[in-house]
C-alpha cells in the first residue's frame, strides 16, 4: 500500500509574500546633467535654460527618470527643480539621484499602498530570488510594515525559509 504524498506547504497557514509583484516594469532613464556644464564643471544658466527649453522631454513620457550630475561640479538646487519641471508633465515617476534611488522610490511608492491588514498576525514568508532585480531597500522596507503587523516573518522558500521575527506570545 502506497502511502499517500502530502504537501504540508500548501496546507499550512503560510502567506507568501512575493516582492516581485510590486516591481514597476516600466522603462527607466537616468538623465545625467555633467553634458550641459561648461567643461564639465560649471552650469551656465541662459545655456541650462535653453536646454531645458529646447530639449525633447515629450520622449520620457511615462517613463521612470532619475536626475544627477557624474561631473564633480556645483550644481546649485534650482537646476535640479528646473529639470523636474520640465519632466512633471511627462515622467511617470522622477527622483534626484542615481538609478538605485529610483528603484527605492519606486518600491517605496508601491509598498506604501500594502493594506497592512491582509497581514495582521499571519505568518509571512517574504520570496527570496526572482527575474526582477528586488533591492535590498525593498526587503527592508517590507521589514519595516509587517514586523509590528504579522505574528512571525520569514525570508526564502517555504522549505528553507529563514526565520526574520517571531512576535512574542503575551503573558
Not at 561648461?38 to 530639449?55: A, G, I, Q, S
Request: hydrophobic residues 40%.
Amino acid at each position: 500500500m502506497e502511502e499517500e504524498i502530502i504537501n504540508r506547504v500548501a496546507q499550512s497557514s503560510l502567506i507568501n509574500f512575493d516582492l516581485e509583484q510590486y516591481y514597476d516594469q516600466s522603462e527607466r532613464i537616468l538623465v545625467d546633467i555633467k553634458d550641459q556644464l561648461f567643461n564639465e564643471l560649471v552650469l551656465k544658466e541662459k545655456d541650462f535654460r535653453l536646454y531645458v527649453k529646447t530639449h525633447d522631454w515629450k520622449g520620457y513620457k511615462d517613463k521612470n527618470v532619475a536626475v544627477y550630475c557624474s561631473a564633480d561640479a556645483i550644481v546649485p538646487t534650482w537646476a535640479y527643480m528646473l529639470l523636474a519641471s520640465a519632466l512633471e508633465p511627462y515622467a511617470k515617476n522622477f527622483v534626484f539621484g542615481e538609478l538605485s534611488h529610483l528603484e527605492n522610490h519606486l518600491f517605496q511608492k508601491a509598498l506604501s499602498n500594502i493594506d497592512l491588514n491582509d497581514y495582521k498576525d499571519q505568518k509571512v514568508i517574504i520570496k527570496g530570488c526572482g527575474k526582477f532585480p528586488v533591492p535590498e531597500y525593498a526587503y527592508v522596507e517590507i521589514t519595516r510594515l509587517l514586523n509590528p503587523v504579522v505574528s512571525s516573518l520569514m525570508y526564502g522558500e517555504a522549505c528553507s525559509a529563514v526565520p526574520i521575527y517571531k512576535k512574542t506570545k503575551s503573558k
